[in-house]
């Protein structure tokens, strides 16, 4: 597979968890704000155009080989034990969603007791977690293009009855917002998979790469956002509204595409758990504890910690665009 291709399909791989997924995400930030929410998400796509071009930029040019070297080079030692707290929290609270939604799709779609669905993945994590898992997020690469084929699949009965929704009052304020805070969140998860990947890259791949991962954002934000739409309010009945509209298509695509969900929620659970191993002191027995943490987090219901802690990951991600974008204005072109 030709570099830029590849950039392009773990850029979108590494967007496209729970969250995502599952309908969640878009219907927080975009749906809920009428027909502006499409806006956002034009402008969402273009944010984390720049951010991560600018990402693959910064680490071509200085070589570095991971996040935490960016953050070295750009605060100073007062204040990189606070961005790396900060960054080691959002990877918890990451992974304690991905456990809360692998016990969503359990329950409600498997019918299946939802700790099953939170114990059998935690228990995954627990056997790679001490393991630097190298080619991982490659398996998104097979994810993303099955991903792309049910999204068009179940949207195309949808479009159809597509309707704008008026739009809600929310805590994020307005469309604008909530399209800045969600780019900010989901760049600061980019970040530690594209720091790596720049070093290595020629410009141009740079370059293909972001704009193919942009179009493909596009599309299936674009579908999610529309197939809701045309399925408001019912949708916000549950907490994976995108399998409810698979199971109206027909009952395969219904299971098909609640394993694939599955999948891409297991990945991103594993990527978590591998990336606190990497980040904590090497000890077995704290590792298990932030594990068993993140169990108790896993009990909140999933649409509850999306509405929540999503918008907080996205401020503690403005520190790491701040950063980037000193870095960004500091190299030499």
């Known amino acids: 597979m030709v570099i830029w ?27 809920r704000y009428g027909e ?33 070297e960016l953050i070295e080079l750009s605060l100073s030692p007062r204040y990189q034990f606070l961005a790396d707290f900060a960054f080691t929290a959002v990877l918890f609270g990451g992974l304690g969603v991905m456990l809360s939604a692998s016990g969503a799709i359990f329950h409600e779609y498997f019918n299946l007791p939802g700790l099953f669905g939170i114990g059998f ?49 929310h805590w ?20 530690s998979v594209l720091v790596p990947l720049g070093r290595e890259m020629k410009t141009a791949d740079i370059i293909g790469g972001v704009i193919f991962g942009t179009i493909l954002f596009w599309l299936l934000a674009g579908l999610i956002y529309f197939a809701l739409a045309a399925n408001y309010p ?10 409810y509209l698979a199971g109206k298509k027909h009952f395969v695509s219904y299971w098909l595409f609640g394993i694939c969900i599955w999948l891409a929620v297991a990945t991103t659970a594993v990527s978590d ?20 943490l993140s169990f108790l987090v896993a009990l909140i219901p999933f649409q509850y910690l999306v ?7 996205g401020y503690a991600g403005f520190l790491f ?3 980037l974008l000193k870095l960004l204005i500091g190299i030499k072109w």
Not at 127 to 153: A, D, E, R, S
């Open 121 to 169: 993945l935690l228990l995954i994590v627990l056997l790679t977690g001490q393991k630097q898992l190298l080619g991982l997020y490659y398996i998104n690469i097979i994810l993303t293009p099955l991903l792309v084929i049910f999204l068009i699949v179940i949207s195309c009965k949808e479009l159809s009855a597509f309707k704008y929704v008026a739009a809600e009052n």
């Open 321 to 323: 665009l701040y950063c």
């Open 5 to 31: 291709l590849k950039l392009g399909m773990i850029i979108i791989g590494s967007l496209v968890g729970a969250g995502f997924a599952s309908g969640q995400e878009i219907m927080l930030f975009f749906n």
């Open 36 to 68: 502006k929410g499409f806006l956002g998400i034009v402008l969402t796509g273009g944010l984390l155009s720049f951010f991560s071009w600018g990402t693959l930029k910064v680490s071509h040019n200085l070589k570095l080989k991971n996040y935490r």
């Open 273 to 292: 758990g591998v990336a606190l191993a990497l980040r904590l002191p090497k000890s077995r027995r704290l590792l298990f504890f932030v594990y068993f």
């Open 307 to 313: 509405k929540y802690l999503y918008p907080l990951f």
């Open 172 to 191: 994020l304020q307005n469309w604008l917002s909530a399209a800045i805070i969600y780019a900010s969140y989901n760049i600061l998860l980019l970040g």
């Open 234 to 243: 019912e949708v916000l009945k549950y907490q994976v509204p995108l399998l």
